[in-house]
């Protein structure tokens, strides 16, 4: 029973350090299933210490899977769909079921929480375009008070826009934000219907850097003025 | 052009401003309708994380839809060395043990 103790009491430590760090439990599980002897339990902590002293580790603060409705599954920033906002039942989602928003009047809404004032952060999302979405000049799927005053200095927002000046109906898509301001623009929106699409666009506006994928490849162009903006920040 | 639209000048003031999904919250401080730029079609997936992500996470996230990124904590030199102390010490102790046993 104390090797058992010993190494309960490691895999706490190692969850709770690794949680403060990165947010994630799953590799620290796997890692504290071999934990039961003494050497673990008394080696494990000493890792987790060790290994997280280089460098910090993003971690997820809000995920909204809709898989029921527009509870947070962190827990943090529960969400209320507005208009006829609803869940599929049809499984026509990327995982789980999916939002469905038909343009006039959907959306979900999330209460401020300061959060959501990234100096430095990450999207991830994924959509599907509806029928006769490409006729949509603009859309945005995400925006924290882009646009805005208060979102002058903090907001953010994932934008498209059809480049009527390019005649190109899949347009554009990316991430711009209030200042400093770090756009990434350029991936084609790739508003067909009936496939979804992976967005992810990282920033840190302090290095006014961004970098955007789509589909896990990268389409990030030069933005706007500042620049460079879209020089991916790993490397 | 849709550039200029996309980076319109800031506009309204709320304190408290909630995030939205698929819709733009500017948009009728910016003189448009507010459904002017609500999306259509579905979103799925949502996730924010407060810091950058690499390239070798996203395609975590694109090749796992529904999960969070693997956090894939990296070890200092100095953790490196520290740890091999660590191990060279924990191997002494045992030996030791043994020959205080024998």
């Known amino acids: 029973m104390a090797t058992w103790s010993g190494g309960r009491r490691a895999t706490l430590f190692v969850r709770g350090a690794y949680s403060r760090r990165c947010g994630l439990d799953n590799a620290i599980r796997r890692g504290a299933r071999h934990a039961h002897g003494r050497v673990g339990a008394m080696l494990l902590p000493l890792a987790a210490l060790l290994a997280s002293t280089d460098g910090v580790q993003a971690s997820p603060f809000a995920h909204w899977t809709f898989d029921v409705d527009a509870s947070d599954a962190l827990g943090a920033h529960p969400g209320a769909m507005m208009g006829n906002a609803s869940i599929s039942s049809d499984g026509g989602a990327i995982a789980g079921e999916a939002l469905i928003l038909d343009g006039d009047g959907d959306y979900v809404s999330i209460p401020y929480s300061s959060d959501f004032q990234l100096g430095a952060g990450t999207i991830s999302l994924w959509f599907r375009g509806g029928p006769n979405s490409q006729q949509r000049v603009f859309y945005a799927l995400l925006d924290f008070h882009h646009g805005s005053n208060h979102g002058a200095s903090h907001g953010w927002a994932i934008l498209g826009a059809r480049d009527e000046a390019q005649g190109q109906a899949e347009g554009r898509i990316g991430l711009a934000t209030g200042l400093p301001v770090v756009n990434c623009f350029g991936a084609k929106a790739l508003l067909d219907s009936g496939t979804f699409h992976h967005f992810a666009a990282t920033f840190n506006r302090a290095g006014a850097r961004c970098f955007m994928l789509m589909d896990s490849r990268w389409r990030a162009q030069p933005s706007n003025p500042p620049s460079p903006t879209s020089t991916p920040i790993h490397h | ?102």
């Open chain 2, 1 to 102: 052009m849709a550039s200029a639209a996309l980076e319109s000048p800031f506009a309204y003031i709320d304190t408290n401003p909630p995030l939205s999904i698929g819709r733009w919250g500017a948009a009728e401080a910016q003189g448009e309708p507010a459904n002017a730029r609500d999306y259509l079609g579905r979103i799925d997936d949502v996730q924010i994380y407060d810091g950058a992500l690499d390239a070798e996470q996203v395609q975590f996230l694109f090749q796992n839809p529904g999960e969070t990124a693997r956090c894939v904590p990296t070890v200092s030199a100095w953790g490196m060395m520290a740890m091999a102390v660590l191990v060279l010490l924990a191997g002494g102790a045992v030996i030791a043990r043994r020959r205080a046993a024998a």
